[in-house]
């Protein structure tokens, strides 16, 4: 099995930053997407940003500029650094991978157990 463990949520007041970590384990072959999806009580779970093997970066329009993804390949871990946050962003925030199993056995989408990320003065 994988295991998505991410951390890093916490409170913090309007214009702070924080910065989430999500570290992928297990029967990994190879994980070619990691990202951030973000949920509200009531609401679907929405993209936040998403970032390719190859470095390509993808951001909901909501976070550009404000929101940075980057990873470590090697570790599998990917990061989320929040800028100048503000109280519509807070939600659980979710990591999700995208690959493949070792082994053959086949394609690979896993989420953490998400973290809960409150701006708030």
């Known amino acids: 099995q994988v295991q998505l463990v991410e951390s890093g949520g916490g409170l913090v007041q309007p214009g702070g930053s924080l910065r989430l970590s999500c570290a992928a384990s297990?029967?990994?072959?190879?994980?070619?997407?990691m990202g951030w999806y973000r949920q509200t009580p009531g609401k679907q779970r929405d993209l936040v940003a998403t970032i390719s093997s190859g470095g390509s970066t993808n951001y909901a329009d909501s976070v550009k500029g404000r929101f940075t993804i980057s990873r470590d390949g090697a570790k599998n871990t990917v990061y989320l650094q929040m800028n100048s946050l503000k109280p519509e962003d807070t939600a659980v925030y979710y990591c999700?991978?995208?690959?493949?199993?070792?082994?053959?056995?086949?394609?690979?989408?896993?989420w953490g157990q998400g973290t809960l990320v409150t701006v708030s003065s």
């Open positions: 297990g029967r990994i072959f190879s994980i070619y997407t």
């Open positions: 999700n991978a995208l690959g493949f199993y070792e082994a053959g056995r086949g394609h690979l989408d896993a």
